[in-house]
């Protein structure tokens, strides 16, 4: 190291600088004056770039800066040098500090080159004024956003502000009694119309829990749906219970609740709505008092149904056997006084004779009659789906064979099907189409139409004629028993048919009917329930 340094500064034998200029002055001074100047110029360079690197800390690589600093500081130094050895050959010094240039002014180059991307990536002063544009608008348009952002809030406060006075006022003023309940049954907040129920104040109420005023019986069951929906297991429940009032006294209520959790997913609080159903209560009990009196008079009329049905068939018994045969009697001794001394007696006696008879098997008839009506209102109902047309058909058969000589048209139609007991509305149609058949008997071209229309949206099964016909004046007299509108002479008859058919039809759920007008024959309509349709449609 010692060496190194000796070598450094000495000059040895060597001649200065000077005098291979011959010393002449100008070019000297010349020398010197440019040296010099270089490197003062060298040596301001890095002081600015100093000053530079420490006023703006922003700068990106700052030590890049340093780096040139030294750089040319040492170069300003190698001109110092050289204006030192115009007159000192100190060439070792020289030497030195022109080695230690290069290391730095390799050092910088090798460090420059690789950092060139990145200084190049730089923004320029046109881009910065760019993205300074750029960001002015976004600060701008930012302003604005916030500007709007503001005027939303402070409408979406006046909108809450709003909403919350409706809803403060719907809870208030409801209809109904809306409470807000802890898990604990704490009432938390209630409205007028609860206190009103309960008979509470707002106070008092809110200082004790609902389980305080719930009936002991209703209790239980009340909880159990608590627990349930704490549980998760239900999500509301409605039940009909009691509260004690503050005075002591019952009331019913009605009550819905839905359970409101938190954030996390825990029990918040009970909304619970409250409908006074004491009223309802009570008329469900009158309804139910009424019902269970109404039972009681069935249960007694049903009884005396029976009773009288006893009596009933008691009756017809007798009818059937006691009075019958003195009839028979009376007719069978008329019969056979006429027989056997019919050519001895007057002609005023036969005449007598004759109306005995007669009037005997009238009194037959109406005792029959009197027995099919007794039949028709007792008899248990076998329903079942049969062909209405089949059965028509029959009975014209039947009427054409006990008397072929009259020619009636019959209009049947087709396809007709019924549901009822076949046996009981077989009587029907046969006392419906044996009026058209005795009432069409002046008629010279007798028709009797059984066909189906529809009226009201409900199927009817028609008989009609073109025959005698009636005063619909005289319509209330119809279906009464032993009522007739026509004389014995013009059609003969007891006037049960019709009672029956009406009693039969009534039997079934239905109804019947019938429009006429003298001379232009009659139409008997019957509805019955379609109760097989709406069996079906059920299963």
């Not at 030590?63 to 030294?70: D, E, K, P, S, T």
């Not at 049969?386 to 009259?406: H, K, Q």
Request: aromatic share 8%.
């Amino acid at each position: 190291m010692a060496n190194a340094i000796s070598w450094i500064f000495d000059s040895g034998d060597l001649a200065p600088h000077g005098m291979c200029l011959l010393w002449r002055p100008d070019l000297l001074w010349s020398f010197v004056v440019a040296d010099s100047l270089i490197a003062a110029a060298y040596f301001s360079i890095p002081a600015a770039l100093v000053v530079l690197a420490r006023k703006r800390k922003d700068l990106a690589f700052p030590w890049v800066f340093l780096l040139f600093g030294a750089f040319i500081l040492l170069c300003g130094t190698t001109h110092l040098t050289d204006v030192l050895t115009l007159w000192v050959p100190a060439y070792g010094v020289t030497v030195a500090i022109r080695a230690v240039t290069a290391a730095v002014s390799v050092a910088t180059a090798v460090i420059l080159w690789p950092l060139m991307p990145k200084i190049l990536a730089l923004p320029s002063l046109a881009q910065l004024q760019r993205l300074n544009e750029e960001l002015r608008h976004e600060v701008l348009k930012r302003a604005r956003a916030e500007t709007a952002l503001r005027d939303l809030n402070a409408e979406l406060e006046q909108r809450v502000v709003k909403r919350t006075a409706e809803l403060e006022a719907t809870f208030e003023q409801a209809a109904v009694g809306i409470a807000h309940v802890g898990p604990d049954g704490k009432w938390l907040r209630v409205n007028s119309k609860l206190c009103d129920i309960i008979g509470y104040d707002r106070d008092e109420l809110l200082s004790i829990t609902f389980q305080d005023i719930t009936h002991p019986d209703d209790l239980k069951t009340d909880l159990d749906q608590v627990r349930r929906m704490l549980a998760g297991e239900i999500k509301t429940y409605s039940l009909a219970k009691r509260f004690v009032r503050r005075n002591g006294s019952l009331v019913w209520i009605n009550l819905t609740v839905s359970l409101v959790r938190d954030a996390r997913g825990h029990p918040d609080y009970f909304i619970s709505v409250i409908e006074d159903i004491q009223k309802r209560v009570e008329a469900e009990q009158e309804v139910a008092r009424l019902n269970a009196d109404l039972e009681r008079r069935v249960r007694e009329r049903t009884a005396e149904l029976e009773t009288a049905n006893g009596e009933l068939d008691s009756f017809a018994y007798a009818v059937s056997h006691d009075l019958r045969a003195p009839v028979r009697a009376m007719s069978s001794f008329a019969q056979a006084l006429e027989e056997d001394f019919g050519t001895v007696l007057p002609s005023g006696a036969r005449e007598f004779i004759t109306e005995i008879v007669t009037a005997s098997r009238r009194m037959g008839e109406l005792i029959e009659g009197l027995l099919v009506l007794s039949r028709c209102t007792r008899a248990e109902l076998q329903k079942e789906r049969f062909d209405l047309t089949e059965m028509a058909r029959g009975i014209f058969r039947e009427f054409t064979a006990t008397n072929p000589s009259r020619d009636v048209e019959c209009q049947i139609q087709a396809g007709l099907t019924a549901y009822g007991d076949p046996r009981m509305l077989s009587a029907v149609m046969h006392n419906l189409m044996e009026n058209a058949w005795k009432y069409t008997a002046r008629t010279e071209q007798a028709i009797i139409r059984v066909h189906a229309e529809t009226k009201d949206d409900r199927l009817f099964y028609c008989v009609s004629d073109n025959g005698a016909g009636f005063d619909m004046a005289f319509s209330q007299k119809l279906f009464q028993p032993f009522q007739r509108l026509h004389r014995q002479d013009e059609f003969p008859g007891i006037g049960i048919g019709l009672a029956t058919a009406q009693r039969v039809i009534l039997r079934h759920g239905g109804k019947i009917e019938a429009s006429s007008s003298p001379g232009s024959g009659a139409t008997f309509r019957f509805m019955l329930p379609d109760t097989d349709s709406l069996e079906k449609e059920v299963s």
